[in-house]
């Protein structure tokens, strides 16, 4: 038989419902995603209830027997333990309830939690400015007010937790000097629609825990904001089992010793499909929940794949955070790798595919040439011969008068060559340990014309704060021997600096570090691989093209 449950929506006070959160009477599931809202979000909620406008009905599960996990914070925010035999738990709502919550009903004030969170408390502080005229004005947050703002006008701006407690309001109110009349209405006005405001509920009676999260990700799905690992969470979540807090131990247990404990959770999620044999661009979370359910351990394997190359790549390239590979498809495709068949390939092999899918822009393509480039490495494992599986051939573009930052794939391999460089022409390491350290800002541009600015031939792997010197130096043709050679400039592209053109030494030193590149990284790598390329060179009509073959 169909598990059937009675959902009949009643209406209630929204205060009686922040009231019940408040004593323990109402909990919130740890399968919830936590606060996401933006504060154009919250403000737009605490407008319509001020004008009156309907906010959507809140969902309430009742059930005596199963166990749930639940938060025991709300925002920033603690909350009190359940105090009903039957726990009552919120099942859709939760932005909402904190927004209220928040701003209505907390006890504590900011400057009485962690130092760590008074920005984040200090979020949820809420005024009502008593002289505003337009809508958009009406709520402020605290800590976006003047320093002393709520000092030199104290009676202005109005805590909208005050509004909940009839003696602080009145208290508030006596600070309303003698003219300021409609301070003491919009007051009166506001605290009224606040204590007014009456919601839907519907409450899920006798339904089971995996009924109710079926509800709970279908009323969901129709939102934007959930997030897909969330939505997992949700249809996999169980006493024995909570997908998020797992993944928060494993990045803790895992991968916080080799600085890797950050990485995107796109990134864990698409690995974990992987492991699952869910399509990687499928955005329906019901097979990956329901193959996760049967294999629960999935998630600690593709950890301890991530954990593997992390120190595979530290080994060969010092290479040391996930922010340094071009692409994330990489990452997900070795992890997988070294979760799988960690011991059927050398892990130079592995290196060499990587600087082929890098070099040849082999995940820049397209979603199915991403899942076939991911299917080559597999056979390449396993068989130990590799073939390229794209329709059109292995191509590499040169430097030429690109303009790569690091958001690009380009970009983060310019970055990774010009370290390795530096690394090799100094011996000490220092080429990779201040990109490792510096990641996105040790990716310096020198440029001083607009036309030049960007390009790749005058991309600098620096230290942040040495950046403005660095450029003074080599426009004032103040930099050593040894200095140029650490950043790859030569005497021929020099010369063009002692005449003022900067065109001229960017398209040397590009044609210089492209050499480079295909000399010492890429090229060796595709060669190993027993394959053929082609490197296009851009130029006046669309760009000419030679081949490099084994």
């Not at 007010?145 to 009145?170: G, W």
């Not at 010197?469 to 400039?489: A, N, P, V, W, Y």
């Not at 050499?515 to 390329?533: H, K, Q």
């Amino acid at each position: 038989m169909k598990d059937r449950f009675a959902a009949d929506p009643t209406i209630v006070f929204m205060t009686s419902v922040l009231e019940e959160v408040a004593e323990g009477r109402l909990q919130i599931p740890r399968f919830q995603r936590p606060l996401v809202w933006s504060w154009p979000q919250r403000r737009d909620l605490l407008s319509s209830i001020y004008e009156g406008l309907p906010i959507g009905a809140l969902m309430v599960w009742v059930s005596a027997d199963d166990h749930v996990e639940c938060y025991d914070k709300l925002g920033p925010y603690p909350l009190p333990k359940p105090i009903l035999a039957a726990s009552r738990f919120l099942m859709d709502g939760v932005q909402r309830v904190s927004t209220l919550y928040g701003a209505l009903r907390a006890a504590k004030t900011w400057t009485e939690i962690d130092a760590e969170t008074n920005q984040t408390v200090a979020d949820f502080s809420v005024l009502f400015d008593l002289d505003s005229e337009r809508d958009e004005d009406r709520f402020v947050r605290e800590a976006d007010l003047p320093k002393d703002a709520t000092k030199t006008d104290p009676s202005r701006y109005l805590p909208l937790r005050e509004i909940m407690d009839t003696r602080r309001l009145v208290r508030f109110q006596r600070q309303i000097g003698p003219g300021l009349d409609h301070r003491l209405d919009a007051a009166d006005e506001v605290a009224a629609a606040f204590r007014q405001y009456k919601i839907p509920l519907i409450t899920l009676n006798n339904a089971s825990l995996e009924t109710v999260t079926k509800s709970f990700q279908r009323v969901n799905s129709r939102g934007a904001s959930m997030s897909e690992m969330h939505m997992i969470n949700a249809l996999t979540y169980s006493p024995q089992f909570d997908l998020l807090q797992n993944e928060a131990n494993l990045r803790h247990e895992l991968l916080a010793d080799r600085g890797w404990h950050d990485i995107d959770q796109d990134v864990v999620l698409r690995s974990l499909k992987l492991e699952l044999g869910v399509p990687l661009y499928s955005t329906e979370p019901e097979m990956a929940s329901e193959r996760m359910r049967s294999n629960p351990g999935s998630l600690e394997k593709v950890f301890r794949g991530l954990r593997s190359l992390a120190a595979a790549f530290d080994r060969c390239i010092q290479l040391k955070s996930p922010d340094l590979f071009p692409y994330k498809l990489q990452i997900i495709s070795l992890a997988y790798v070294f979760a799988n068949r960690g011991g059927m390939i050398h892990d130079r092999r592995l290196l060499d595919w990587f600087w082929m899918t890098t070099y040849t822009e082999a995940f820049g393509i397209s979603a199915r040439q991403s899942e076939v480039t991911i299917a080559d490495l597999g056979r390449f494992v396993e068989t130990g011969h590799f073939r390229w599986g794209l329709k059109q051939k292995a191509n590499v573009r040169s430097l030429q008068g690109r303009k790569p930052d690091f958001r690009s794939a380009r970009g983060r391999a310019l970055a990774l060559s010009l370290s390795l460089h530096i690394d090799r022409s100094s011996g000490d390491g220092s080429g990779m340990e201040l990109l490792n350290r510096y990641r996105k800002d040790a990716f310096f541009s020198a440029a001083l014309s607009s036309k030049t600015r960007g390009r790749a031939g005058f991309r600098f792997v620096l230290a942040p704060h040495e950046g403005s010197q660095f450029r003074k130096c080599l426009f004032d043709l103040g930099l050593t021997r040894s200095e140029r050679k650490r950043h790859m400039i030569s005497d021929e592209a020099y010369e063009f600096l002692l005449v003022d053109d900067e065109e001229a030494f960017a398209d040397q030193r590009e044609s210089e570090i492209f050499r480079y590149e295909r000399d010492t990284i890429f090229g060796p790598a595709i060669s190993n691989l027993a394959m053929r390329f082609s490197v296009t060179t851009a130029g006046q009509d669309g760009g000419e093209e030679r081949s490099y073959e084994e």
